[in-house]
């Protein structure tokens, strides 16, 4: 497989923007081939119902602008649908663990939840913001609309909150103090 197809393959299964540095780790390629790659990626995708997205340094898979309509008819659909079973169990981890990043997330769960996050967000019922301590991450929080929707004004109030904040602070790979272990994003 040539260096263009593994980078699409990786950018398929992050579902997120990752950086040209971490593509060069990753492939142990210079920078300047991993651009060069994008590039070759960019215009075989150019014709076709996902686009490649680059801002500074960092890429993703996108759709292409064309797809606008029935995407937006798919949004809609979703948004209107009650939460499934993947989708409150990753809400419970960011309002019981968070804020927790979406590899702490993906460890507790023991699967991708790019595209649960993603749904998540678009609801309104979880932010992310960049991690303060990690540049190169970010950090999911419980927003101020879920926490009025649940009743709740602190997320203390929350039903046995110590004790499943507690029980997931020990899956961090047998972390019990709760801190947030340094897993690279991208």
Do not use: C
């Not at 393959?9 to 994008?38: D, N, Q, R, Y």
């Not at 960049?130 to 709740?152: A, C, H, K």
Request: proline letters at 2%.
């Amino acid at each position: 497989m040539d260096l263009n197809s593994q980078i699409e393959s990786i950018l398929f299964f992050k579902g997120e923007a990752v950086s040209v540095k971490f593509l060069s780790g990753l492939f142990e390629k210079e920078e300047s081939e991993i651009l060069l790659a994008l590039e070759v990626l960019k215009k075989d995708l150019q014709n076709r119902g996902v686009r490649l997205i680059q801002n500074g340094e960092r890429v993703m898979l996108g759709t292409a602008p064309d797809a606008h309509g029935f995407i937006e008819k798919i949004k809609k659909e979703e948004l209107s649908k009650d939460l499934g079973k993947a989708s409150l169990e990753t809400l419970s981890i960011v309002l019981y663990r968070g804020p927790v990043r979406k590899t702490q997330i993906d460890y507790i769960r023991g699967v991708n939840s790019g595209s649960i996050l993603r749904n998540l967000l678009i609801r309104g019922l979880i932010e992310k913001k960049s991690d303060e301590e990690n540049q190169r991450s970010f950090l999911y929080y419980p927003t101020f609309e879920l926490l009025s929707y649940l009743g709740i004004s602190k997320l203390e109030e929350l039903p046995e909150y110590e004790k499943v904040r507690n029980e997931l602070n020990k899956t961090d790979d047998g972390n019990e103090d709760g801190e947030i272990i340094e897993i690279d994003d991208n």
